[in-house]
């Protein structure tokens, strides 16, 4: 079961690489023979959201892994009124809204990533990772650094105007403050002869400079992120940990996607009905709206994640 579950994390960690030196390399003409055209963009930001979306949609698997009407019923209630009201703040207040899920999700990722490698980790009889320098770096990187370099205004605009300018006018200072803050956990990592956190957060660093801005948080999002979360939860939802215990690794990672599929269906269902029925313009606001509702439903994800976490980190809440 263990050496199951270290090949497919192992094999997660790599297939994350390459997509993103794809979404990187990839920019990069698409960027120069249509430097003003957004629609390309938005069409590799809508796939690779729908891609990542199902991974945070088995907490209630996870969380209730015994099925008991009663109890799974409170749960999703739960669940589901913590994500309305995020998604009434996030509607009527746009950009604190925005501020406030820009720096929460830094910290989620960071943390969720950190505790990805710990996984590894643990089943190789390692446990030196530097987690803080790391954690903060993988986090912050990908998500604010997008949002600051010269093409964020573009694409917020295609978002949803209010958000450009969310940094207040400090966009130049924290930028390099986050690229200073990449660099000094590389070579942290470098010291501590770490390469393999070296070559993520290059990676990190890369994209977010290179691809536009869409396509970078999309692309982390969607093909880093919820790749590796989701193969942290085949560890955690017992159907999946059935297949590893057959040897099955990848049966056990689509076993995992799988469960979270439905709620993609529903998430995109109840948004476009959701636009259709509140009088916004689709397809024009739907990006908007996608992000919405996944930026609100992270919110109680990130509180049930943090059980795994800290289980992964080595730290007792």
Do not use: C
């Amino acid at each position: 079961m263990l050496q199951s579950e270290l090949k497919l994390l192992v094999q997660l960690r790599t297939i994350s690489r390459y997509s993103i030196l794809f979404g990187t390399f990839i920019s990069i003409p698409l960027s120069f023979f249509f430097p003003d055209q957004i629609i390309w963009q938005v069409v590799l930001a809508l796939f690779a959201l729908a891609v990542g979306t199902p991974h945070g949609a088995v907490d209630h698997l996870v969380t209730v892994p015994k099925f008991k009407l009663l109890k799974m019923s409170l749960f999703i209630a739960g669940y589901l009124a913590v994500t309305g009201l995020a998604i009434w703040f996030l509607i009527a207040n746009n950009l604190l809204g925005f501020q406030l899920i820009v720096l929460i999700s830094a910290i989620h990722f960071g943390i969720g990533d950190a505790s990805f490698i710990k996984e590894i980790e643990g089943r190789k009889g390692l446990q030196n990772l530097p987690r803080i320098s790391y954690a903060i770096a993988a986090g912050f990187t990908p998500v604010f650094i997008p949002l600051l370099t010269d093409g964020s205004a573009q694409a917020l605009q295609a978002v949803n105007p209010n958000l450009v300018g969310w940094a207040a006018g400090f966009e130049d200072e924290l930028l390099w403050f986050v690229i200073a803050l990449n660099l000094f956990a590389v070579g942290f990592m470098a010291l501590k002869r770490r390469f393999d956190e070296v070559i993520d957060l290059l990676l990190l660093l890369g994209i977010s400079l290179v691809a536009p801005p869409l396509v970078a948080f999309a692309f982390y999002f969607g093909l880093w992120h919820a790749l590796r979360h989701t193969g942290r939860l085949t560890l955690e939802l017992p159907s999946a940990k059935r297949l590893h215990e057959e040897g099955r690794s990848w049966a056990s990672f689509f076993k995992a996607f799988i469960a979270g599929v439905p709620a993609l269906v529903l998430v995109l269902g109840f948004t476009i009905g959701w636009a259709l029925l509140a009088g916004f313009s689709l397809p024009a606001e739907l990006l908007w709206l996608l992000l919405v509702v996944i930026w609100a439903l992270t919110v109680p994800h990130m509180a049930l994640t943090a059980r795994l976490d800290a289980k992964a980190m080595g730290v007792k809440l």
